[in-house]
């Protein structure tokens, strides 16, 4: 039996009452298929997916996010395809949809996350493990709290920089630790901006994400060198993953945001 859903984007997709062979095409959405206990029935997942670490590793691999293996993905006969927006193109969509039903969602603020595991688990009838993990992941970011107001960026590209904007997931969380991001405003959600546009933003905080780009130590004095009165701190990007992430990433980032109030003093 099939039937007919709305995603995020507002496509009707036809898909089976009780999926029984998914392939995720988004890091964060297959970790949290494991969360919501399906380890059974996820039968593919990109490169990029590598959570939960070793279990996943079962899982075959159909490609990247922005680039998929269609034969590959063909032959694994899947019952539902799940997308991200941001994650993976419009292309990507088009092609796998001639294949299998695609369902896309789409993050860009913390609730948004809340509304991504129940869509989850509404789409394969795990809807009371999906409850479980709402509450869960609420528990841990509902405690962070905001009473700073510091001008913060943060950085995911080298050559060119490139830093997070606005409608994104990340710049909610920025914003919910008390950071004002000088870059929300425009209309690219991940802008490359010039050594003279960092200077010019007055930033108090300078975060370095280890993914996609994976900034290191060394990296810091570069970007001093510009930035000589801004705190400059390398960040774990995947406590700013969105989905099952969430569960210890609010204790991840409220020890960040001590560590920066701290050294801001």
Known sequence: MTHFLTDHLGRQVNISTVPKRIISICPAITETLFALGLE???VGR??????????????????GTKEVNVETIRDLQADLILAEKEENTEEIVLALEKIAPVFVLEVQKIDDSYRLIETLGLLTNREQAANRLITSCKKSFDDLSCKQNLNAAYVIW?????????????????NRLGFQNPFEKGELRYPSVTKEELADANLDV????????????????????????????????????????????????????????????
């Open 158 to 174: 080298r050559k060119p920089y490139m830093v997070v904007g606005g409608t994104t997931y990340i710049n909610d969380i920025l």
């Open 46 to 63: 990109t490169k990029y997916c590598i959570f939960p670490k070793e279990i996943v590793e079962n899982v075959p691999i159909v490609g």
């Open 206 to 265: 300078l975060l370095l994400a280890s993914e996609p780009f994976p900034f290191q130590e060394k990296h810091i004095a570069e970007f001093q060198s510009f930035l000589p009165n801004t705190k400059i701190l390398l960040v774990d990007g995947e406590m700013f993953w969105y989905g099952a992430k969430m569960l210890i990433a609010g204790a991840y980032l409220e020890k960040l945001k001590k560590e920066i109030e701290k050294s801001i003093k």
């Open 40 to 42: 059974k029935e996820i």
